[in-house]
Nanobody, 119 residues
Framework: QVQVVESGGGLVQAGGSLRLSCAASGSISSINRMGWYRQAPGKQRELVADITAEGTTNYADSVKGRFTISRDNAKNTVYLQMNSLKPEDTAVYYC?????????????WGQGTQVTVSS
């Protein structure tokens, strides 16, 4: 069994900051990619940022220069530092982790954490 658990969401005023954390545990190893997605009401889930085990990062254009993704491979944990938050960043933020379970690479998702940015 694999668990992916997010934390750190909340309510913040526009211009403020939040830091999200996500830890993967259980029967997963060789996690090659971890990422953050978000889904606002009435919209599709979209990629925010992801990071490989080697540290290569990828960001959505809408968050470049404001958000920073990082990871601690030893702890199977990924972080998302969000600065200069805007009301349009309001969404449920989901973490995923792609790693080896048995002999297959599988992508696991967390339950999500709410981020609300007030104007």
């Amino acid at each position: 069994q694999v668990q992916v658990v997010e934390s750190g969401g909340g309510l913040v005023q526009a211009g403020g900051s939040l830091r999200l954390s996500c830890a993967a545990s259980g029967s997963i190893s060789s996690i090659n990619r971890m990422g953050w997605y978000r889904q606002a009401p009435g919209k599709q889930r979209e990629l925010v940022a992801d990071i490989t085990a080697e540290g290569t990062t990828n960001y959505a254009d809408s968050v470049k220069g404001r958000f920073t993704i990082s990871r601690d491979n030893a702890k199977n944990t990924v972080y998302l530092q969000m600065n200069s938050l805007k009301p349009e960043d309001t969404a449920v933020y989901y973490c995923n982790a792609r790693g080896l379970t048995g002999w297959r690479f599988i992508t696991y998702w967390g339950q999500g954490t709410q981020v609300t940015v007030s104007s």
